[in-house]
C-alpha cells in the first residue's frame, strides 16, 4: 500500500509540471521601482511558471506605469517663422521660428502632449524688401521718383516719373 501511495504522488508531481500557468513571453505586475528602474513578471518560456525582472531603463528614459520611456517633455520647432523688424516695415532683421513647450503623458509605446507655452527665438537673420517699385529708406517703403525739367520752347516743362529698379542691399 506505501509502494502504491509513492507511484501515486509521483504522477501528480509530474502531472504538476505539464500544467501551463502562463502563456510564454507573456508580461504582468509592471511596476515602476525608481526613477531609472522598472520591475514584471514574464513567463517562462514552457508557460510553467514565472520569473521576476528587473530592467534598468536607457539614460535618456524614464519610468512610468512599469514602462521605460523616452523623455520627450521640452521645446519643439514649429513649422511657422517670422521676420522681426523691430517695428519697421523693411530691411533686415531677427528670423524667429516659433516653438511649443509639450508636456507627454505616456503608457507603454504609446503617448500624447498637451501644449503648456508658445515662444519665438532668434533663428538666423532675415531680409523683408519692399513691393516692386519702393525701395527701403530707413526701415521704411518709399516711392522713389525723380523730377524731370526740360525746356519746351520758352516754357518750362515739370514731370515727375517714379523709379523703378531693383536694388539689392548686403549686410554689412
Given at each position: 500500500m506505501q509502494r502504491l501511495a509513492v507511484v501515486e504522488q509521483q504522477r501528480l508531481v509530474f502531472?504538476?509540471?505539464?500544467?501551463?500557468?502562463?502563456?510564454?513571453?507573456?508580461?504582468?505586475?509592471?511596476?515602476?521601482?525608481?526613477?531609472?528602474?522598472?520591475?514584471?513578471?514574464?513567463?517562462?518560456?514552457?508557460?510553467s511558471g514565472w520569473d521576476t525582472v528587473l530592467e534598468n531603463c536607457p539614460s535618456d528614459h524614464s519610468c512610468e506605469n512599469g514602462y521605460c520611456v523616452l523623455n520627450k517633455d521640452g521645446w519643439y520647432d514649429t513649422s511657422e517663422t517670422r521676420c522681426n523688424l523691430n517695428g519697421v516695415s523693411c530691411g533686415?532683421?531677427?528670423?524667429?521660428?516659433?516653438?511649443?513647450?509639450r508636456d507627454y503623458t505616456c503608457f507603454g509605446v504609446t503617448c500624447t502632449y498637451r501644449?503648456?507655452?508658445?515662444?519665438?527665438?532668434?533663428?538666423?537673420?532675415?531680409?523683408?524688401?519692399c513691393q516692386s517699385g519702393y525701395f527701403c529708406v530707413n526701415g521704411y517703403c518709399k516711392l522713389l521718383s525723380?523730377?524731370?525739367?526740360?525746356?519746351?520752347g520758352t516754357t518750362l516743362k515739370k514731370k515727375n516719373v517714379a523709379l523703378n529698379l531693383s536694388v539689392e542691399l548686403e549686410k554689412d
Amino acid at each position: 500500500m506505501q509502494r502504491l501511495a509513492v507511484v501515486e504522488q509521483q504522477r501528480l508531481v509530474f502531472c504538476l509540471r505539464k500544467i501551463k500557468v502562463c502563456n510564454p513571453r507573456e508580461i504582468r505586475n509592471r511596476r515602476r521601482v525608481s526613477p531609472s528602474q522598472i520591475m514584471y513578471e514574464k513567463c517562462d518560456s514552457d508557460g510553467s511558471g514565472w520569473d521576476t525582472v528587473l530592467e534598468n531603463c536607457p539614460s535618456d528614459h524614464s519610468c512610468e506605469n512599469g514602462y521605460c520611456v523616452l523623455n520627450k517633455d521640452g521645446w519643439y520647432d514649429t513649422s511657422e517663422t517670422r521676420c522681426n523688424l523691430n517695428g519697421v516695415s523693411c530691411g533686415y532683421g531677427i528670423k524667429e521660428v516659433k516653438q511649443e513647450y509639450r508636456d507627454y503623458t505616456c503608457f507603454g509605446v504609446t503617448c500624447t502632449y498637451r501644449i503648456v507655452a508658445r515662444r519665438w527665438v532668434e533663428a538666423g537673420s532675415c531680409y523683408r524688401a519692399c513691393q516692386s517699385g519702393y525701395f527701403c529708406v530707413n526701415g521704411y517703403c518709399k516711392l522713389l521718383s525723380i523730377v524731370i525739367l526740360w525746356m519746351d520752347g520758352t516754357t518750362l516743362k515739370k514731370k515727375n516719373v517714379a523709379l523703378n529698379l531693383s536694388v539689392e542691399l548686403e549686410k554689412d
